[in-house]
């Protein structure tokens, strides 16, 4: 069987993809999977950072070893060129922590992507775009990329744009444990009292949106390009 794994960081970064596969938690870590005649896509996330995309592919890794792996999600924008609401095949990865640099499988594009230990805000993203090169952020990818390399397996990064880069967010960082997990109740309390930032919060929503449905059809593209697996397979519509 012939296994393809998926990280993301949120479940939100999935669900247009996911919707109608089987799902379980294991080790506070959602899974979710589809088998086909010939393998299984197998996507998880178990939170924000390296270290929660570490746990995330291990998890996928106890029920066998993977041929593939993909690290998708939303990404801050590091340049105007990088619309909202659209996700983008990255062909390389830098970590900001170390400095390495992790190629992808072959990409349309020449895109960079930093891989930050924190959430960007508007001036850190100016410092990463100037600093690396890059064109987005995120804070996941460069661990999936490490491990796919020491594996010598495949590996692959698409990003959907969640914000843009001059927007005027609050500080995200504040409400991430030290596990990765974002604190939507303290957010939510926080935001309630604050609504200065409604309406940024509420175009970053109508972006994630976007994104995600966005970040579904380029992994369906990438794994399937013709559609056969799917159309042999009976594959669940994901455009909903």
């Known amino acids: 069987m012939i296994r393809t794994a998926i990280i993301a960081a949120m479940p939100g970064e999935l669900k247009p993809l996911t919707g109608n596969w089987h799902h379980e938690k294991r080790n506070r870590i959602d899974l979710w999977r589809w088998r086909f005649d010939q393998g299984e896509w197998v996507a998880?996330?178990?939170?924000?950072?390296?270290?929660?995309?570490?746990?995330?592919?291990?998890?996928?890794?106890?029920?066998?070893?993977?041929?593939?792996?993909?690290?998708?999600?939303?990404?801050?924008?590091?340049?105007?060129?990088?619309?909202?609401?659209?996700?983008?095949?990255?062909?390389?990865?830098?970590?900001?922590?170390?400095?390495?640099?992790?190629?992808t499988a072959p990409a349309p594009a020449d895109l960079w992507l930093a891989t930050s230990p924190k959430v960007a805000d508007a001036a850190e993203k100016q410092r990463l775009a100037a600093a690396y090169h890059a064109g987005l952020v995120d804070m996941e990818a460069a661990a999936i990329a490490r491990l796919a390399a020491m594996r010598g397996i495949g590996f692959h990064c698409i990003k959907g744009v969640s914000d843009g880069f001059g927007d005027r967010l609050p500080d995200f960082n504040r409400f991430l444990t030290r596990e990765g997990q974002f604190q939507?109740?303290?957010?939510?309390?926080?935001?309630?009292?604050?609504?200065?930032?409604?309406?940024?919060?509420?175009?970053?929503?109508?972006?994630?949106?976007?994104?995600?449905?966005?970040?579904?059809?380029?992994?369906?593209?990438?794994?399937?390009?013709?559609?056969?697996?799917?159309?042999?397979?009976?594959?669940?519509?994901?455009?909903?």
């Open 44 to 103: 998880a996330c178990a939170g924000a950072g390296q270290n929660a995309a570490t746990r995330a592919l291990a998890e996928v890794e106890k029920d066998g070893p993977v041929a593939l792996a993909l690290s998708v999600g939303w990404a801050g924008a590091l340049s105007d060129s990088y619309l909202c609401g659209r996700a983008y095949r990255v062909s390389g990865v830098v970590d900001t922590l170390t400095g390495e640099r992790f190629r």
């Open 184 to 240: 939507t109740l303290r957010f939510t309390i926080f935001a309630l009292f604050h609504p200065g930032y409604w309406p940024a919060l509420k175009q970053m929503g109508e972006n994630s949106k976007k994104a995600s449905q966005s970040i579904a059809e380029s992994v369906l593209d990438l794994l399937d390009p013709q559609e056969t697996i799917r159309k042999r397979n009976g594959y669940p519509d994901h455009r909903r």
